[in-house]
């Protein structure tokens, strides 16, 4: 079992839609989540991170947790073309010497114009 | 303000070539992290350092990889003895060693191995 799962897509989305992307994870001690755009040939980018249960809103992005679910998500809302990425969640353990980053395969979104 | 920088960012080589790969963190970030991505994954964990200890290192880190930050500052990454199979984007990122910890990436280092 993949310890962290994404649909990979690709996932199509319309201008000013609300993209939904969605992540489920194995280990129940993941403590802290983030959520990483990609743009093809560039390096990961930090876009949201989430440690508590329930939402985190910044700007035009929101993170949803439930711990009790072990699943994370990423709304995007009024979707640009330029948000067209690889969407990777990642999560993170935070015991002491086990506090590296396990990513999913991402989720490759495309907005249409 | 810098962010995390690498050198360089592309490197192609023969097989059986050794290879040395440079990561500058953040100034104030005293973790630093080093990952591995090949297409259509997502990276995946090689090694980290708290300043200058390296505190894990991945099963996936065979004899032939080394990682060194022997000041706490920079870190050096070095594949002995390339194999086609090294071909990838190394990644480095660096945190705090404090509060969720989020791990920003530099450019990364895209290698070919001939």
């Known amino acids: 079992q993949k310890e962290v799962e994404q649909n990979s897509g690709p996932l199509s989305v319309p201008e000013g839609a609300i993209a939904s992307l969605n992540c489920t994870y194995s280990d129940r001690g993941s403590q802290s989540f983030f959520w990483y755009r990609q743009y093809s040939g560039k390096s990961p980018e930090l876009i949201m991170f989430i440690y508590s249960n329930g939402d985190k809103e910044d700007g035009r992005f929101t993170a949803q947790l439930n711990k009790a679910s072990q699943y994370v998500s990423l709304l995007i809302r009024d979707s640009q073309p330029s948000d067209s990425a690889t969407y990777l969640c990642?999560?993170?353990?935070?015991?002491?010497?086990?506090?590296?980053?396990?990513f999913g395969t991402g989720t490759r979104l495309t907005i249409i114009p | 303000d810098t962010g995390v920088s690498q050198d360089p960012r592309h490197k192609i080589t023969k097989r059986g070539q050794n290879v040395t790969f440079r990561c500058d963190p953040i100034?104030?970030?005293?973790?630093l992290y080093w990952y591995r991505q090949t297409l259509g994954q997502g990276p995946e964990f090689l090694t980290y350092f708290q300043n200058e200890a390296q505190l894990e290192k991945s099963r996936l880190l065979s004899d032939r990889f080394s990682a060194e930050r022997p000041k706490g500052s920079f870190s050096t990454l070095e594949i002995q003895r390339t194999e086609q199979g090294d071909s990838a984007m190394y990644l480095c990122a660096s945190s705090l060693a404090a509060g969720p910890y989020e791990q920003y990436f530099g450019p990364g280092t895209r290698l070919t191995v001939t």
């Open positions: 990642a999560v993170n353990p935070l015991d002491f010497g086990n506090e590296k980053l396990t």
């Open positions: 100034s104030e970030h005293n973790r």
